[in-house]
């Protein structure tokens, strides 16, 4: 049997790449509502990927810019 999941949102790490779920928070279905106003279709659920930066690398000792954790590498360039 396979288990579906409650409709929750993520953050991704732009420095490491993890995901973070978020399923603790409450899920907002209002973005849905506006959707379907907006196309006159119907939304079943979204995905939310919020992109920013996690509490492990925010913690990382990185001054090298003055600010604690926000070195940018190659890879958020591209």
Known sequence: M???????DHL????CGKMIDL???????????KVEKF??????????IFEGICKDCLNE???SNGI????????EFK
Do not use: L, N, Q
Not at 12 to 15: A, G, P
């Open 68 to 75: 604690k954790g926000f070195k940018k590498t190659e890879k």
């Open 23 to 33: 399923g603790e928070m409450p899920y907002d279905s209002c973005p849905d509502e």
């Open 39 to 48: 196309t006159g279709g119907k939304v079943f659920s979204h995905v939310t």
């Open 2 to 8: 396979m288990v579906i999941p409650a409709p929750h």
């Open 61 to 63: 000792e990185d001054t």
């Open 12 to 15: 991704r790490c732009t420095k």
